[in-house]
């Protein structure tokens, strides 16, 4: 069984650029997840995609954009980039939506922004 | 909405030693879940204990115990018999049974395990 796998694993970018970064659920999980953890802070919720639909979004500005893809795979895009975009960026998938199915959580991206 | 609070930033506990992470939180809801997790080095969030509110018995998971104070909003968790490997953050976090809400954490527990 292949685990949550994130890509890249670090990132440099400077203020105002654009990033992808890139999340491949678990086999057979169609929810996926996005959190930003900035440092020494508990991870934030960003939005999360049930079957290609955005299915719930935090308190994030319209910069952070996502996409869901056929085989539940998943991407988080920030357009104009900030500093205090600086964070470690966490992607976990389950099999549904709800607390009943756990959050299987992959390395994450960590994201600097100079 | 739904907060979740940590109390202690750092602890540590000896080698073979037992410690409890204390955590509360604040909600409306009546059915929820709410979970432990660690966060090691390696950065990946682990799934250490999970706990359903409308379970009264206190959920286990071999070294590992929680807690669950309904009333008080209270859900700490006992680590026995303590390993080097169990040095880590630690997350405590709220999830409300309805509709599609999200994981809500708390900032977390350094514990350092010290042989």
């Known amino acids: 069984e292949t685990g949550v796998t994130q890509s890249p694993t670090h990132l440099i970018k400077t203020r105002g650029q654009q990033v992808t970064l890139r999340c491949s659920s678990q086999s057979g999980h169609n929810t996926v997840s996005w959190y930003q953890q900035a440092l020494g802070q508990g991870p934030q919720f960003i939005f999360q995609y049930y079957r290609e639909e955005e299915n719930g979004r935090g308190n994030f500005p319209p910069r952070f954009s996502g996409l869901q893809f056929p085989n539940y795979s998943s991407e988080l895009n920030v357009n104009a980039l900030e500093l205090d975009d600086s964070a470690l960026y966490l992607c976990?998938?389950?099999?549904?939506?709800?607390?009943?199915?756990?959050?299987?959580f992959g390395n994450g991206t960590r994201l600097t922004v100079t | 909405a739904q907060t979740v609070t940590q109390s202690q930033p750092e602890m540590s506990v000896q080698e073979a030693e037992t410690v409890t992470l204390s955590c509360t939180y604040d909600?409306?809801?009546?059915?929820?879940?709410l979970f432990w997790y660690k966060q090691p080095p390696s950065r990946q969030m682990i799934l250490v204990i999970r706990?359903?509110?409308?379970?009264?018995q206190n959920a286990t998971e071999n070294r590992f115990s929680v807690n669950f104070q309904k009333a008080a909003k209270s859900f700490s968790l006992k680590i026995s018999d303590s390993q080097l490997g169990d040095t880590a953050m630690y997350f405590c976090a709220f999830m409300a049974h309805s509709g599609n809400t999200p994981l809500v954490f708390g900032k977390g527990t350094r514990l350092s395990v010290i042989a």
């Open positions: 706990q359903e509110a409308y379970k009264q």
């Open positions: 909600t409306s809801e009546n059915n929820y879940y």
């Open positions: 976990a998938s389950s099999l549904e939506a709800g607390g009943n199915s756990p959050l299987h």
